[in-house]
């Protein structure tokens, strides 16, 4: 072990010593980190100085509070709503897990989220990944398919190209076309979004990490270079060397009312996804023991993606950025788009004719906090050094989360890039126009 080593284990014994301790000095004053009661939420810990607060609980800020931590930081993450909440974009039975990128950025932060969820399984003793394979395919000259064939060469990912037939004899659940391009990599699967989250929450708080649900922050101010002061609503106030903003679709919102300068290039969208049951008299195994997750190119730009039957009832299939374009967060639902739910049906119908497409069992709405070009942000503030912005992840973040949390606790200890360059996540692209708008899932 060397010095930094021991000294980063040290902080983390001493930050969960002290944690120990003070949880158990007075039991009025102790914190109950599962508690939803106001008067438990409402602590008043100006007189303590963290290195780091996290606000937003879901995949990104949970997995920088956990990383932090981990790291033997003193960490205060503060989420408005409960633990793995239902109304942003970190719930639900399963998201994708893949390396099938046509970015090299990408694959580099695949190859680091994969053992960074192994661990996360290891140290909670849960199982949250569950590998099924995936299929990538479309017609034989969709752009997308042409540029993943040639990253993977590049990034060493071993992959199959699946004839019809040896496709539909490999998996009976799907039917092709004669002119499609089907691309098979074996290391695609499943994460359990909702328990991720929750595992996450319980690892941070063994660490170390303070974490409060139900309290919402309503700005923060920047005393200076090693000192932020966080306002909620509930007229609590907390103290700060840094912070992370991880709040996706509200960010521009605490961004605003901070008067922090700047406007994100941000566009939030209520995207829904449809649970399919098999038909009556099925024999084919939809369940993600023998059904692979799966991503498909139009000729257009539409994108659709499938995940096996997890815990609720049917084939999870969702039409990629084909939700209702939201003022804010805080507006108005709206019922999903009549034509694209259509052509989610007729995806169904005409790939995976063994499910009933008449009516979906079921139905769920999340949302995609997007940037302009589609892919994420994870930078420092232009001109606050010590605000980290992050979590706007294009609806396809949550794979990466313990990577993306890596990334966040090395840009607050100025520890080197871990995965040597991202120029994709940084502001200043919004400037250049170097990055055009990703084509592909």
């Known amino acids: 072990m060397n010095n930094q080593q021991q000294a980063s284990y040290t902080r983390r014994i001493q930050n969960i010593q002290s944690h120990i301790v003070n949880s158990n000095n007075n039991s009025n004053n102790r914190i109950n980190f599962n508690s939803n009661n106001k008067n438990n939420n409402n602590n008043n810990n100006n007189e303590i100085l963290y290195d780091c607060i996290v606000i937003g609980g879901g995949i990104t800020g949970s997995s920088a509070c956990y990383q932090m931590a981990k790291d033997g930081l003193k960490v ?19 998201r994708i897990i893949r390396f099938s990128y046509p970015e090299d950025t990408y694959i580099r932060l695949a190859k680091m989220a994969y053992p960074e969820w192994s661990e996360i399984e290891r140290l909670s003793n849960t199982k949250l990944i569950h590998i099924t394979g995936g299929l990538d395919f479309g017609h034989q000259n969709a752009q997308p398919l042409l540029d993943l064939i040639e990253s993977y060469k590049r990034n060493k990912i071993e992959y199959q190209i699946l004839s019809k037939k040896d496709a539909e004899s490999k998996f009976p659940q799907f039917s092709f076309k004669e002119n499609d391009l089907i691309v098979f990599q074996k290391d695609s699967g499943v994460a359990y979004a909702s328990k991720s989250i929750k595992t996450i929450w319980s690892l941070s708080k063994r660490f170390g990490a303070q974490i409060l649900d139900n309290k919402k922050v309503s700005r923060i101010k920047v005393e200076s270079e090693s000192l932020i002061t966080v306002l909620c609503e509930d007229q609590s106030v907390y103290k700060t060397k840094k ?9 521009n919102q605490l961004i605003h009312n901070s008067q922090l300068n700047i406007t994100l290039p941000l566009e939030i969208t209520q995207e829904t996804v449809f649970y399919w049951e098999p038909k009556l008299n099925n024999t084919i195994d939809y369940t993600q023991f023998n059904n692979p997750v799966s991503i498909y190119y139009g000729n257009n730009s539409d994108a659709f993606y499938s995940l096996p039957q997890i815990d609720i009832k049917g084939v999870k299939i969702g039409y990629h950025h084909g939700g209702n374009v939201l003022e804010n967060m805080d507006s108005l639902k709206l019922p999903h788009k009549k034509e694209n739910y259509n052509k989610v049906k007729e995806f169904v119908g005409e790939y995976m004719p063994g499910l009933n497409n008449d009516k979906e069992y079921h139905s769920v709405v999340c949302h995609y906090t997007n940037t302009s070009d589609w892919h994420f942000i994870i930078d420092k503030h232009p001109r606050f050094t010590n605000v980290i912005i992050a979590s706007p992840c294009s609806g396809h973040g949550f794979k990466f989360g313990p990577a993306i949390g890596k990334l966040i606790s090395h840009l607050v200890q100025n520890k080197p890039n871990p995965i040597d360059s991202n120029d994709e996540f940084l502001l200043k692209r919004f400037n250049s126009n170097n990055f055009p708008k990703r084509i592909s899932a």
């Open 76 to 94: 205060l993450m503060l989420e408005q709503f409960k633990e793995a909440h239902d109304k942003g974009s970190s719930h639900g039975d399963g």
């Open 243 to 251: 912070i992370v903003l991880a709040c996706g679709g509200w960010i």
